[in-house]
């Protein structure tokens, strides 16, 4: 099948092409995350059979009881920082966590996740990597304690795995697993596609650009420039990683300056991929608005902040230095 070009054909056709140019993509997508998040959930399940998931999280404990976590989260944070989202949930798929618990935790890694890619890119862009390392992981606690103070009590209602696992011999376990896996990937394969294939159908109909006109007015509340009204779209519908090369494309070529790029990067560190890493997490049976507003909040809280130190230092025309 042809796939018609844009502002071309019949809408069944445009939207025909949308779903054929999304597939080939969904399933290159989905094939990579795959190809991490098996092999991380078989290390996590193994860990918690011999014990040493356990006892690293009894030493972890302490901090992250202050934030209203078992010592267990840890881990979840960790591989979301080195990995992505989807390595997290991976990791998550094979331990117990209550309501109240994934909420906090999802946020945290919703803030920090990725750091490999999504700092490089930053950087790329024109921010200082470590700057924005820092900042990330800084607002992830704050978060994180925001959360187990504001939210309520709940049920405590384990709606993770079963931490069942010394009840089973290696057989059982490594069965177990494979059946989660099986799920895992079905339900990958499933929100991939329809999100690219979402995506191209907004970008096929002109929708972006027309929210982009809208959005600007929001986005000087957030303390954003017009410039980025785009980008910003982007950042939020495709990530980081996936809206990487446009992202680089509009800096590059200067149709976005440095400063106003810093000022982006500050933002969208803190909250971005409003759509995706959501849904991935409203799947497992997080509340949305729990994950959502509390990212944009601190993201808004952050650049003013920026914009307040520069007023004061008289550093809001020097350009941003990348380190």
């Not at 798929?93 to 618990?101: G, Y």
């Not at 990683?241 to 560190?269: C, F, P, T, V, W």
């Amino acid at each position: 099948m042809n796939i018609p070009d844009k502002k071309t054909g019949s809408i069944n056709q445009r939207l025909a092409g949308c779903f054929v140019s999304a597939i080939p993509a969904a399933l290159k997508s989905a094939r990579f995350l795959l190809s991490i998040m098996i092999p991380v959930s078989l290390a996590v399940t193994l860990l918690k059979y011999t014990g040493i998931l356990e006892y690293a999280a009894k030493w972890m404990n302490p901090m992250f009881s202050l934030i209203g976590l078992p010592g267990d989260a840890a881990l979840v944070f960790i591989t979301s920082m080195v990995l992505n989202i989807y390595s997290a949930i991976a990791v998550i798929s094979t331990l117990p966590f209550s309501e109240r618990e994934l909420t906090i935790l999802a946020l945290m890694c919703l803030i920090s996740h990725n750091f490999f890619v999504e700092t490089a890119i930053q950087k790329k862009t024109g921010s200082s990597a470590i700057k924005i390392t820092l900042i990330r992981i800084i607002y992830s606690f704050i978060g994180a304690y925001s959360l187990n103070l504001l939210m309520p009590a709940g049920s405590g209602n384990i709606i993770t795995a079963s931490s069942g696992y010394e009840e089973l011999n290696l057989s059982g376990i490594l069965s177990s697993w494979f059946y989660n896996s099986l799920f895992l990937i079905a339900q990958i394969l499933v929100l991939v596609t329809l999100l690219l294939i979402l995506q191209k159908i907004l970008d096929e109909f002109g929708f972006i650009d027309k929210l982009a006109v809208m959005l600007r007015p929001a986005l000087r509340v957030m303390g954003l420039p017009d410039s980025v009204a785009f980008l910003w779209i982007v950042a939020n519908t495709l990530g980081l990683a996936y809206g990487s090369a446009i992202m680089i494309e509009q800096s590059e070529s200067g149709k976005l300056n440095r400063e106003d790029a810093d000022l982006l990067n500050h933002h969208i560190g803190i909250s971005h991929s409003l759509l995706e890493d959501t849904l991935l997490f409203v799947a497992i049976g997080v509340p949305a608005l729990w994950i959502t507003f509390p990212r944009v909040i601190l993201a808004v809280v952050e650049v003013w902040l920026l914009k307040l130190r520069k007023f004061i230092t008289g550093k809001n025309n020097e350009p941003c230095t990348a380190e």
